[in-house]
């Protein structure tokens, strides 16, 4: 749940709420952690009611739509029907996305390899004069 807050940012948050609540703030902590075991509750007995009513074992991450008719509605024949048509087009775009990260992997490389050749040609190249400038006359 906090995966992307550091231990700073969690004590700033804690010491922000001790401000605001004070000496309230066990009692907040007591009604939030109330309120979120009510809610799992609700979420149970609701996907429990709908189990019995169904007449199947329905989890709570099987109420996604697509999850629901994937599992409850359509039977193996059917899916795999389903997706037949676009298997093929998933497979030609999985081919050429992939040959399309192979070619940049290696305009990437040649790159590398351009950038580093320049690199140690010009430290061994001999220093060039400045080319003269248009208008310039070196005889006045």
Known sequence: MFDNLNWWEIGALLLLAL???GDRLPAV?????R???NLRNMARNATGDL???LGTDIQLEDLHPKAFIRKHLLSEEDEAAIRKPLQGVYDNLRADVGGVHNELKD???A???RSNGTRSGTATSAPTAPAPRAGYDDAT
């Open 19 to 21: 401000l605001i609540f």
């Open 35 to 37: 309120l979120v075991r």
């Open 111 to 113: 790159a590398d390899v």
């Open 51 to 53: 189990s019995r009513e």
């Open 107 to 109: 305009v990437a490389n």
């Open 29 to 33: 902590i007591t009604d939030g952690l």
